[in-house]
């Protein structure tokens, strides 16, 4: 088999081994029930002003429902209530909601006597309601429970195990991949390694990685840049019983906790929310200067605008960073394999201007991230900048 071809099937087989993405399953799973928790509630103090006042949608107590709700909701989102535990452990998800119920209930109360508006509400139809409305949360979390777990096989989240020659080690539910048939080693810095990785390790939500001891470090380092929640098995910290690491007992195996994942769901759409806004306003702002400029550049000698250029990104995974063009058309050097000079003989007039008035580090990474492959980062300097074998350059900050 030729190299060409070795590297097409290796390329196939880990294609075939991405995992498919359970994070948008679980979203739906969310999204249902908050929608039957809505019509609990509102379907609870219904029928609790039938039963008190002898009438359907009694005003009064649907008035307390109505005020409730958005504070319920808004306790749940925050203590877990809609969260990966509470798909699995009904129990888990019974406490969540009752403690979010009994806390809406009573900001409530206190809402209503600072403002003196208790009498606008009827304590029995509401106490019936609450009643009524914690009894169904309890049924309806035992059931979902049931049907998550039979519709998805058991199957919350995504796991692999790693056996790069270490302790055996498995989990029920996890995905098991030998290091060695995918040519993966944590020393290299073949950036072609590291993207064939970050592709095993798209959608997992948990890694665990087995391998000797002289060989811990670099998957520690592999791990965090991968931005997964990663572990590596380690049997002397079993031993000792040390902190900060996980126990599985039933394995008699105990992993070091070296890498923690991306930020929350919550906590990655605020952070999107910002970026866009920013990036938006700024690329708003400078859009004058970015469109002369973008003319310049085409009219000097006819070529592209941007120059595109290949970069391990988040993951390890390759992007596409985007800027405006300095070097002649036919002399662009998208691998990086020259460095560029104060006085390239292939840098254009435009692109001189460019480099010696303005700073279009803005510009680039505004573009990024309206394309989503980058995000905005506080203030940082470069220190160093490393070529691979490769001759693909990687910057670290």
Not at 279 to 300: G, N, Q, R, T, W
Request: net charge positive; with cysteine; aromatic share 10%.
């Amino acid at each position: 088999m030729t190299p060409n071809l070795q590297i097409a099937v290796r390329h196939q087989a880990v294609e075939n081994r991405i995992a498919p993405s359970l994070e948008r399953r679980r979203l739906r799973a969310y999204a249902v029930m908050l929608l039957a928790d809505g019509v609990v509630f509102q379907l609870c103090f219904a029928l609790a002003g039938l039963l008190w006042d002898g009438r359907w949608w009694q005003p009064r107590t649907m008035l307390a429902a109505q005020a409730m709700l958005p504070v319920y909701f808004t306790l749940a989102l925050y203590n877990g209530t809609y969260g990966v535990k509470a798909l699995s452990n009904w129990l888990f998800a019974v406490r969540k909601g009752l403690t979010a119920l009994v806390l809406s209930a009573a900001l409530l109360n206190f809402a209503a006597f600072y403002t003196k508006s208790n009498d606008d509400f009827s304590r029995a139809a509401v106490t019936l309601g609450l009643l009524f409305t914690a009894v169904l949360l309890v049924a309806l979390r035992r059931v979902s429970t049931i049907i998550i777990n039979q519709r998805w096989g058991g199957q919350i989240t995504n796991r692999m195990v790693i056996d790069d020659g270490g302790a055996g080690f498995a989990f029920e539910g996890a995905e098991i991949i030998k290091a060695a048939d995918y040519k993966l080693d944590p020393a290299s810095h073949d950036p072609f390694m590291l993207d064939r990785l970050g592709k095993l390790l798209r959608n997992q939500d948990k890694v665990v990685v087995s391998c000797p001891r002289e060989r811990r470090a670099d998957w520690a380092f592999l791990l965090k840049s991968a931005g997964v929640y990663g572990e590596i098995v380690s049997e002397p910290a079993h031993s000792l019983g040390a902190l900060g690491v996980h126990r599985y007992d039933h394995l008699d195996r105990t992993t070091l906790v070296v890498s923690t994942g991306p930020l929350g769901l919550r906590s990655r759409i605020l952070k999107r929310g910002f970026d866009v806004a920013v990036a938006s306003a700024a690329l708003l702002a400078l859009s004058p200067v970015l469109l002369v400029a973008a003319a310049l550049i085409k009219l000097e000698d006819g070529g592209p605008v941007l120059f595109v250029q290949r970069r391990l990104g988040r993951g390890n995974q390759f992007f596409e960073m985007f800027k405006f063009r300095s070097m002649r058309a036919e002399t662009l050097d998208a691998d990086g394999s020259r460095s560029t000079g104060r006085e390239d003989d292939r840098i254009t007039r435009i692109g001189a201007f460019i480099r010696r008035t303005l700073s279009w580090a803005a510009f680039r990474a505004c573009a990024g991230v309206a394309l989503n492959s980058v995000m905005l980062i506080s203030s940082t300097h470069l220190s160093s900048a490393v070529r691979l074998p490769s001759g693909l350059p990687i910057s670290r900050y």
